[in-house]
């Protein structure tokens, strides 16, 4: 059998099961309502833009500006052929974000993550993982050559006999989610730093959920727990709340960002993040720092479409993040419900395994600061149609 016919069985069988992923294509910008082939305007309830700056104007310009001054890019790595000023600033402006001494760029927050663990944990350490860590995380350790041990989702008193289980390795580090993109749900970041220094472990946390969304001034999780400044390594995004490109980062010690730049392969192999994205991410800082009732607006909207999911009769999972999971079942069923949804007017992803475990299919609504209120209002009537057509409710 042919590679080709081989491959095309599966595809089959996922056909079969009802489990086949679908792209949909879009000719309009990324918006609380786009424009897609062949269905026409629907309302998008499946982006990461969280605060809606990815349609932003002075983001757009901010990014053809950046055309106009650097070009395209360097057509090299950044130690060989030099960086622009820009990457300078946005890494300035990522580690003041942070709050903590510097911060490294790479072209995507997966890329950061599998560049960062591979150089900084070798055979003598430890990588601790999250169970429901972003699968860039679980990546990251696994290509390291660290001992790798995974606790059961935020079960601290495992994570602690974990860590008493490695008392003596040279390096130990706990790696999570700041924020579950599956879930919602946010790490217990407080006890987790109080373990680190108990057990002299350094925290490495994924924020690419928190920036933008967590916190008062959408900080991140650190700022929504009042633990600023005490997390070992944050990594997050530039492609979801601050400016939904695509782009990456490390934040950390100056003396851990000036290691990476020497070893970090995706650093020393890959060329750098564009300036245009560079730029656009910039000015969506810019905007966030200036506009906290982007934030207010976002945490008070999602409750309201978590409090009306629930009037309805559905269950979403608990969490304080923009991410409102409903459970559904089976994989087949997820995608079969967001097809009805989408035939009324919402684009919504259905997961399923295995991005998700068998059987805990969902539907994750991901909420804009830009939604009106007549959007939520609608989302929340078509919701309890298709809910009732379905049987969920």
Same mark, same amino acid.
């Given at each position: 059998?042919?590679?080709?016919?081989?491959?095309?069985?599966?595809l089959t069988a996922m056909d079969k099961a009802g489990t086949r992923k679908? %792209?949909?294509?879009?000719?309009?910008?990324?918006?609380?309502?786009?424009?897609?082939?062949?269905?026409?305007?629907?309302?998008?309830?499946?982006?990461?833009?969280?605060?809606?700056?990815?349609?932003?104007?002075?983001?757009?310009?901010?990014?053809?500006?950046?055309?106009?001054?650097?070009?395209?890019?360097?057509?090299?790595?950044?130690?060989?052929?030099?960086? %622009?000023?820009?990457?300078?600033?946005?890494?300035?402006?990522?580690?003041?974000?942070?709050?903590?001494?510097?911060?490294?760029?790479?072209?995507?927050?997966?890329?950061?993550?599998?560049?960062?663990?591979?150089?900084?944990?070798?055979?003598?350490?430890?990588?601790?993982?999250?169970?429901?860590?972003?699968?860039?995380?679980?990546? =990251?350790?696994?290509?390291?050559?660290?001992?790798?041990?995974?606790?059961?989702?935020?079960?601290?008193?495992?994570?602690?006999?974990?860590?008493?289980?490695?008392?003596?390795?040279?390096?130990?580090?706990?790696?999570?989610?700041?924020?579950?993109?599956?879930?919602?749900?946010?790490?217990r970041l407080p006890e987790i730093i109080a373990l680190a220094k108990k057990?002299?472990?350094?925290?490495?946390?994924?924020?690419?959920?928190?920036?933008?969304?967590?916190?008062?001034?959408?900080?991140?999780?650190?700022?929504? %727990?009042?633990?600023?400044? !005490?997390?070992?390594?944050?990594?997050?995004?530039? =492609?979801?709340?601050?400016?939904?490109?695509?782009?990456?980062y490390v934040a950390g010690s100056k003396i851990l960002i000036e290691y990476?730049? !020497?070893?970090?392969?995706? !650093?020393? %192999?890959?060329?750098?993040?564009?300036?245009?994205?560079?730029?656009?991410?910039?000015?969506?800082?810019?905007?966030?720092?200036?506009?906290?009732?982007?934030?207010?607006?976002?945490?008070?909207?999602?409750?309201?479409?978590?409090? =009306?999911?629930?009037?309805?009769?559905?269950?979403?999972?608990? =969490?304080?993040?923009?991410?409102?999971?409903?459970?559904?079942?089976?994989?087949?069923?997820? +995608?079969?419900?967001?097809?009805?949804?989408?035939?009324?007017? +919402?684009?919504?992803?259905?997961?399923?395994?295995?991005?998700?475990?068998?059987?805990?299919?969902?539907?994750?609504?991901?909420?804009?600061?830009?939604?009106?209120?007549? !959007?939520?209002?609608?989302?929340?009537?078509?919701?309890?149609?298709?809910?009732?057509?379905?049987?969920?409710?």
């Amino acid at each position: 059998m042919t590679l080709d016919a081989s491959l095309n069985e599966e595809l089959t069988a996922m056909d079969k099961a009802g489990t086949r992923k679908a %792209f949909r294509y879009l000719s309009t910008p990324m918006d609380t309502e786009v424009t897609m082939e062949n269905i026409g305007k629907v309302m998008v309830l499946s982006s990461n833009n969280y605060l809606g700056l990815a349609n932003h104007p002075q983001v757009i310009e901010a990014g053809r500006e950046a055309l106009k001054t650097y070009g395209a890019g360097t057509a090299s790595v950044r130690f060989i052929c030099g960086t %622009f000023s820009i990457h300078e600033r946005i890494e300035a402006a990522l580690a003041k974000l942070h709050h903590t001494q510097a911060a490294l760029t790479y072209v995507s927050c997966w890329t950061a993550n599998t560049g960062l663990m591979p150089a900084i944990a070798g055979a003598e350490d430890v990588l601790i993982s999250d169970a429901l860590n972003h699968a860039s995380l679980i990546d =990251g350790c696994r290509m390291s050559k660290a001992k790798r041990l995974v606790y059961p989702h935020s079960d601290l008193a495992d994570l602690e006999a974990k860590l008493q289980s490695v008392v003596g390795a040279r390096r130990i580090f706990i790696v999570t989610d700041g924020v579950f993109s599956m879930e919602g749900d946010i790490a217990r970041l407080p006890e987790i730093i109080a373990l680190a220094k108990k057990y002299n472990a350094s925290v490495i946390l994924d924020d690419s959920h928190g920036v933008g969304v967590m916190g008062n001034h959408g900080r991140g999780t650190a700022e929504h %727990f009042g633990v600023e400044g !005490q997390v070992d390594i944050i990594t997050g995004t530039l =492609g979801k709340a601050l400016g939904g490109a695509a782009g990456g980062y490390v934040a950390g010690s100056k003396i851990l960002i000036e290691y990476l730049q !020497q070893v970090s392969r995706p !650093q020393l %192999f890959s060329n750098a993040l564009p300036a245009t994205i560079a730029a656009s991410a910039m000015k969506a800082i810019e905007i966030l720092q200036a506009e906290p009732q982007r934030v207010t607006r976002l945490h008070d909207i999602t409750k309201r479409m978590r409090n =009306g999911l629930i009037k309805l009769g559905f269950k979403p999972l608990e =969490g304080e993040s923009a991410i409102v999971p409903i459970i559904v079942g089976e994989t087949a069923f997820a +995608i079969r419900m967001s097809k009805e949804l989408l035939k009324e007017g +919402i684009f919504i992803t259905g997961f399923g395994y295995p991005v998700v475990p068998e059987g805990a299919a969902r539907l994750r609504i991901q909420m804009c600061a830009d939604l009106s209120d007549a !959007q939520i209002d609608f989302a929340l009537k078509t919701f309890e149609k298709v809910g009732k057509n379905l049987d969920v409710i």
